[in-house]
């Protein structure tokens, strides 16, 4: 059944009736230009499994509809794929109930959810937001809050500059602040004066790290890094790395901080990467993409009673974080996540499909320089001389939605309740397109 907005006239015509070329004129005259999407190429909604997705394609023969299996997931904000009947049944009611109510007063779900966050993430005290980079943002403050106060090699505050240090080709947002912790020059562009007191070293480079602890020797507040490099190309790092990182961090009273957006939420096989790497509870852990089931923004700072203590009334606040909306998905997601046991689901399918990968890979040896990843998070990376779009619409013509970063690797990471026929798809097509390149 159409809606009033798919019959909505707009430009002469319904909605439903746009061709995808007026489509792709409305985005690249009107829109800023901050993703290159695949022209040519329209969703249309949900497919008939949960893992796929209907799309409208520009073909020789014309305009056509088919279905793609989804094995992105919107960057892992997807677990339980598109149309899951509870999720859907459920945010439907509530939707229908109200729209949304300031934080000056309570409502039902805002204090069951953060019970519920702090059995589901170990925290203490949390701060939600909406999207990933306004939690990384907070946790900026956070840690400024604290460095001010007990940072320092004598824990009496840091009255200098207080230094993050974070890694090099880190994702972490698009906030200044975020953007400040990143090194990617296209992000960067223009953008300077940046804020002060941040510092990158190599993922992955312990003794890199302690150099530059020793250069700022009692001036860093925190070190803050992703526990697997996603949009860098599922860099995994070494099984001590973050074991050592957090060591470091305790000699030298700094505050042992984990953007969790992507890897959070069970991804990676466990429920958070930290636990994947049998850590001590981190200081503070940063979490968005499927803590609402991919349904509406959602994300959250989460830390230590000491840490998030320091943030005081009209010194920080957000109109949509924990709105009942987000409390009501926030709840439901966890909910479903520990009914279903999606956790072991990740681990399992994960171990499944990079198995499936890799042995698609050893055909390749000329094309594919390493598979990697833990659980539903998977990056193939080609060599240089071959080109990661090209894979990725190769991709797309047989039947995979997936997504090159960084040129040469592409990120799998499908809805984690994936059938394995959706995963032999996977497979397949990165077959067929390797064999394409």
């Known amino acids: 059944m159409n809606t009033i907005i798919e019959n909505y006239v707009v430009q002469g015509k319904p909605i439903k009736d746009w061709t995808i070329e007026e489509h792709n004129v409305a985005l690249d005259t009107l829109g800023a230009r901050i993703y290159k999407p695949f022209h040519g190429v329209l969703v249309l909604g949900g497919g008939s499994k949960p893992y796929k997705i209907k799309i409208r394609q520009e073909t020789e023969d014309g305009e056509v509809e088919k279905e793609l299996v989804d094995g992105l997931a919107c960057y892992s904000a997807v677990p339980f794929g598109h149309k899951d009947p509870v999720i859907t049944e459920n945010v439907n009611y509530y939707v229908s109930q109200m729209a949304t109510i300031p934080r000056s007063i309570s409502h039902s779900y805002l204090g069951p959810w953060l019970v519920k966050l702090k059995e589901f993430t170990q925290m203490d005290m949390f701060l939600p937001k ?74 992955n480079d312990v003794k890199a790290l302690e150099a530059k602890l020793k250069e700022h020797d009692g001036n860093v507040a925190a070190v803050f890094i992703e526990p697997i490099q996603a949009e860098a190309g599922i860099y995994v790092p070494d099984d001590n790395y973050l074991h050592d990182v957090q060591k470091l961090c305790k000699e030298n009273n700094a505050l042992f901080v984990l953007d969790e957006i992507q890897t959070g939420y069970c991804r990676t096989g466990y429920n958070f990467a930290w636990q994947l790497y049998g850590l001590e509870k981190p200081d503070l852990i940063t979490l968005g993409k499927a803590m609402s089931s991919g349904v509406i923004p959602v994300s959250c700072l989460c830390g230590k009673k000491e840490i998030m203590d320091l943030f005081e009334p009209h010194g920080e606040g957000s109109t949509f974080g924990g709105y009942p909306l987000a409390a009501f998905v926030g709840l439901l997601t966890i909910h479903e996540l520990e009914k279903r046991d999606i956790t072991n689901l990740a681990a399992k399918n994960g171990k499944y499909l990079k198995d499936k990968l890799e042995e698609i890979a050893r055909k390749y040896p ?16 080609i060599n240089p001389q071959y080109d990661g779009h090209e894979l990725s619409m190769n991709m797309m013509k047989h039947g995979v939605y997936a997504k090159e970063t960084h040129e040469t690797n592409l990120r799998i990471a499908p809805p984690i309740v994936i059938e394995r026929e959706g995963m032999d798809k996977i497979a397949s097509a990165l077959d067929a397109s390797l064999a394409d390149l």
Do not use: C
């Open 366 to 381: 000329e094309k594919v320089k390493e598979i990697r990843g833990k659980g539903m998070l998977i990056g193939v990376e």
């Open 130 to 203: 909406s999207s990933g980079t306004e939690a990384n943002e907070a946790a900026i403050k956070a840690i400024r809050k604290w460095a001010r106060n007990y940072g320092g090699r004598d824990g009496k505050g840091i009255k200098e500059t207080p230094y993050i240090i974070t890694a090099n080709n880190a994702f972490h947002g698009r906030g200044l602040g975020s953007t400040a912790m990143m090194d990617d020059e296209t992000t960067r562009k223009d953008l300077e004066p940046l804020m002060e007191g941040f510092e990158q070293v190599p993922f």
